[in-house]
C-alpha cells in the first residue's frame, strides 16, 4: 500500500540514490545527474515549494516536487519541477497517484494549469504525461556549447560586470526584450537583483553587460550549475563515441571541442538573463562568456531558447549542439495559455 507524506531531511540520502538510480533516456542516449550532498537543493531556488514522497513497504519509492507561480495577469499556476521513481516501483502507479496529488493540490490553490519541462532524452516522462492528460505545448532549443578556443572581442564594445546604478537600465532592456512571451513576469530593479541573489553561484557578480558609448545594448548572466549539480552521460549514442574519438585525433593538430566519455561527470556553465537590442553587441559578450569559461578551465555551457528568440541566430554562430526540451501542460480551469512563445527561467531548466 503506497503511503504519500510531506519530504524531510532524512529522506536525503535515499532520494540521491534513487535520482543515481534513474537516468533520463531511452534507449540511445541517457543522461544522469549528481545532486550531491543535497538532493532537493533546486527547490530552495524558489519561494514557494513543495514535495510529496511517497512509501511502499516502508521504503521511499520516489517523490514529487513542484511551486507555485503567479502570472503578469495574477493569475496563478504550478510549476511540476520533477517526479522520479526507483526502478524497483516503476509500473506500480505510484507516479501517477503523485501526480494526482500535485492536481489536488493545484485545485486548492486556484491554479489554471500545471506545467512541466520534459528534455529530448526522457522518453518515460512523455509517455507518463501524456496518459496523465497533458499536451505537448511547445520545443525549446537546448544549444550546448564547448569552450574550446578564445574569440576576438570587437573593441567598440565595453563589456563589464553590471553595477548596481546600471541594474534599471538592464532591467528595461530585459523588460522590452520579453515583453508578450508566456511565464514572464516583468521585473522590477528590485526583483531583478533578489532573483540573481536567490541563485546560489549567481547573483550580480555573474550579469554581464555590453556597452556602445556608455549606453547597455545587451547583458546576460553567468551561471555555475554545478553548485546544484553534475551531469554524464549513462549511455552515449554510437555517432557521439566515433565523433568523440576523431575530435580527440584531430586535438593533436588543432583546437577541437572535447566530448565527456561515457559516466565521465562534467559541470555546465548556463547562459541566462539575455536581452539585447543590437545582435552585433550581444555576439561580442557571447564571444567575452565563452572566454571566461574556456580561461576558468571549464569545457561546457549552454542556453535554453524559445524557438522564436533571436538569440537562435547569434548562437548558430558557435556551432552549438542542437537538442530539445518540451513544454508540457494540463489545463486545470479555463485554458492553457497558447505558449506560443515562452520566457525561460533557468530555475526550471535544469535537470
Known amino acids: 500500500m503506497v503511503s504519500i507524506r510531506p519530504y524531510e531531511e532524512r529522506d536525503n540520502a535515499r532520494l540521491l540514490e534513487i535520482e ?9 542516449v ?4 549528481d545532486k550531491s550532498p543535497n538532493s532537493i537543493g533546486r527547490y530552495r531556488l524558489y519561494d514557494n515549494c513543495k514535495i510529496l514522497v511517497a512509501e511502499e513497504k516502508g521504503k521511499v519509492a520516489g517523490w514529487i516536487g513542484w511551486t507555485e507561480k503567479v502570472s503578469e495577469a495574477n493569475k496563478k499556476y504550478i510549476y511540476l519541477v520533477e517526479v522520479i521513481i526507483h526502478p524497483e516501483f516503476r509500473r506500480m502507479g505510484i507516479a501517477t497517484k503523485l501526480i494526482s496529488e500535485v492536481e489536488k493540490y493545484a485545485q486548492e490553490f486556484g491554479s489554471d494549469y500545471i506545467f512541466c519541462f520534459i528534455f529530448w532524452t526522457n522518453e518515460a516522462s512523455k509517455i507518463l504525461f501524456e496518459k496523465n492528460g497533458y499536451s505537448k505545448m511547445i520545443e525549446w532549443k537546448v ?8 574569440f576576438k572581442i570587437n573593441e567598440k564594445y565595453k563589456i563589464e560586470r ?3 546604478k546600471e541594474i534599471p537600465y538592464a532591467v528595461d532592456l530585459i523588460n522590452d526584450y520579453y515583453r508578450g512571451r508566456g511565464q ?10 533578489y532573483y540573481l541573489n536567490k541563485i546560489p553561484s549567481f547573483g550580480l557578480e555573474n550579469f554581464w553587460v555590453a556597452k556602445d558609448n556608455g549606453k547597455i545594448t545587451a547583458c546576460a548572466g553567468l551561471w555555475d550549475s554545478s553548485i546544484m549539480q553534475k551531469a554524464c552521460f549513462t549511455r552515449m549514442p554510437s555517432s557521439v563515441k566515433i565523433m568523440r574519438g576523431v575530435f580527440g585525433f584531430l586535438n593533436i593538430f588543432t583546437k577541437m571541442p572535447r566530448i565527456p566519455a561515457e559516466g565521465e561527470f562534467f559541470s555546465m556553465y548556463y547562459i541566462a538573463g539575455h536581452a539585447f537590442k543590437d545582435p552585433d553587441a550581444m555576439s561580442n559578450l557571447m564571444c567575452y562568456l565563452n572566454n571566461l569559461i574556456f580561461n576558468s578551465k571549464r569545457d561546457f555551457y549552454c542556453m535554453l531558447l524559445d524557438l522564436n528568440d533571436p538569440m537562435l541566430k547569434i548562437v548558430k554562430k558557435f556551432q552549438p549542439q542542437f537538442n530539445q526540451a518540451y513544454i508540457f501542460a494540463k489545463n486545470i480551469k479555463g485554458k492553457c495559455p497558447e505558449f506560443s512563445s515562452c520566457y525561460v527561467d533557468i530555475r526550471d531548466a535544469i535537470l
Open 184 to 193: 514572464f513576469i516583468p521585473f522590477t530593479p528590485e526583483s531583478f537583483e
Open 30 to 33: 541517457a543522461m544522469g545527474v
Open 143 to 150: 544549444c550546448e556549447l564547448s569552450a574550446y578556443k578564445e
Open 20 to 28: 543515481s538510480m534513474s537516468p533520463q533516456g531511452n534507449k540511445d
Open 162 to 164: 553590471i553595477n548596481k
